[in-house]
């Protein structure tokens, strides 16, 4: 009824940020009064709520996802899916930070105009943070457009988002 079931259709099995946000969850012991945190949770793990995410807590604590919704959207602090036309996470967690994560967003504010938690003028770029992704050992990581890269360099990263924009993905 929890957890794998509730997965969307789309997630790939091994990603670690679903298993961040399962644990989050199983640490609250799913309770419904829990839903703040999980969603903390997720937008740690994902950078921003989307429908799937919401979706998953909906179903984990037993809530409605309409309340899941009024929840997101009443808060501030929750960022609901980017506004950009790509999506750049960039984790700066303790691993990723030590690994150059600041560089990263130095890279993407002066390659594409654009901060942390801004999308840029032209519609094509959102840049979020998340605090950690579960993946460590790729440090620095980012997520582009839902899927993971690690070890990136600042000129590879401006790279591999410069190929999304084209529509050459590659992203592994
Ligand atoms: S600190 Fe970045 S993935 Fe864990």
């Not at 409605?64 to 808060?75: D, E, I, M, R, W």
């Not at 602090?77 to 030590?98: D, M, N, R, W």
């Not at 690994?99 to 504010?109: C, D, I, R």
Request: glycine share 10%.
């Amino acid at each position: 009824m929890q957890t794998e079931a509730n997965k969307p259709a789309g997630a790939p099995p091994n990603d670690p940020r679903w298993k961040l946000l399962d644990a989050a969850m199983r640490r609250n012991g799913r309770k419904q009064n829990a839903l703040i945190e999980s969603l903390h949770a997720a937008q740690e793990a994902f950078g921003f709520l989307d429908e799937d995410s919401m979706r998953y807590v909906a179903a984990n604590l037993r809530v409605p996802l309409s309340k899941v919704y009024g929840v997101a959207t009443f808060y501030h602090f929750f960022t609901l899916k980017p506004q950009g036309e790509h999506s750049c996470v960039v984790c700066t967690g303790t691993a990723c930070y030590i690994k150059g994560a600041p560089n990263l967003l130095a890279s993407l504010e002066e390659h594409f105009g654009v901060t942390a938690g801004e999308t840029s003028k032209d519609g094509k770029l959102s840049v979020l943070t998340a605090r950690c992704f579960g993946c460590c050992g790729l440090a620095p990581a980012v997520v582009i457009d839902g899927d993971v890269s690690g070890k990136l360099t600042s000129a590879g990263l401006v790279e591999k988002i410069h190929e999304c924009m084209k529509g050459e993905v590659a992203v592994p």
